[in-house]
């Protein structure tokens, strides 16, 4: 009988052993594209993380149940600057996947100053990044309209000959595997080349107020399998491309191969990306809440 006690309390403690040694930590994401960064560690902890609609990435700040949101840079921003949020940006983990593209002959974008674009997101930061990197090769279009996604804007790109549209990795691969006659020019090559800056902050790893002070040390160790796993998206390993199908962010690894490094996934840690938000920022301020993040934005 003391046999059996012993072996039953050996089996609970093992039991609890086991649960403090995994993963302790909620990480919460949009849908898509900027949930390729954390592929790898995701695959390998399922449980742990949350996939949500990109509109409602607001609410996951005020509920603050994640210890971990992934978002775009300036939504955070903003929030934080506004009191709605507890969250410190850790890390800029993405760095701008936007695309033009058209299955017109022989187009040149500055065919657009006699032509209309059709952006997704208006009055978002990715349209304004869009037009910035236009403007700063002295292109400004004739007309810009706007659809509400890039989902919509790829259907407009394969129905519509004639359109010009912005799009998005990995949308933009998708489209091009079901008509070769789509050309596309990168957002951030126009950028590099007119504005000195190799992409933009456009989605960023936030970390909880409060998971900071109840577990720093364990908030340090994620954000180095967090830098491990945007790593080998960026170097496409097959790690990531098998992660990212199987967690049904990409359809299968055919695209997969093709889309991951049109989506930019890159890891840099919030204080070095500081100069790099705030030029993003500076593009358009009304988007970070009317001036730049202060000194206790960033983690």
């Known amino acids: 009988m003391k046999k059996i006690t012993l072996l039953f309390i050996v089996s609970i403690i093992s039991i609890f052993t086991a649960a403090a040694e995994g993963f302790p930590f909620k990480v919460s994401s949009p849908n898509g594209a900027p949930s390729l960064a ?41 929030l934080f600057k506004a009191g709605k949020s507890s969250y410190r940006l850790a890390a800029v983990v993405t ?19 006699k032509s209309s674009v059709t952006l997704f997101g208006e009055n978002t930061i990715n349209a304004s990044v869009a037009l910035e990197a236009l403007k700063k090769s002295g292109i400004v279009p004739l007309e810009v309209k706007y659809l509400a996604s890039a989902a919509a804007t790829q259907s407009l790109l394969l129905s519509d000959k004639n359109a010009v549209v912005l799009t998005a990795e990995p ?3 998708a489209a091009k595997m079901k008509n070769t006659q789509i ?22 790893l936030f970390v909880k107020a409060q998971t900071i002070r109840g577990n720093e040390k364990g908030v340090k160790d994620f954000l180095k399998k967090a830098q491990d796993s945007c790593a080998k998206c960026a170097e496409l390993s097959p790690e990531a491309v098998k992660a990212a199908v199987q967690l049904k962010i990409l359809p299968n690894a055919k695209v997969a191969e093709k889309a991951l490094p049109g989506c930019a996934v890159r890891y840099m840690n919030a204080r070095d990306a500081r ?22 934005f960033y983690y």
């Open 183 to 204: 050309s596309s020019w990168s957002v951030n090559e126009l950028l590099g080349k007119t504005a000195g800056i190799s992409g933009y902050a456009q989605a960023g």
């Open 38 to 78: 954390l592929a790898c560690h995701a695959a390998e902890n399922q449980e742990a993380y949350t996939y949500v609609a990109a509109d409602t990435i607001a609410a996951e700040f005020a509920g603050a149940k994640a210890d971990f949101i992934i978002a775009p840079v300036n939504a955070g921003a903003k």
């Open 275 to 296: 100069p790099f938000v705030e030029a993003t920022a500076s593009i358009d301020i009304r988007q970070f809440g009317g001036s730049l993040p202060a000194d206790d």
């Open 171 to 173: 949308a933009l691969t």
């Open 95 to 113: 760095w701008g996947n936007l695309y033009f593209a058209t299955q017109k002959k022989d187009f040149s974008l500055e065919d657009l100053k």
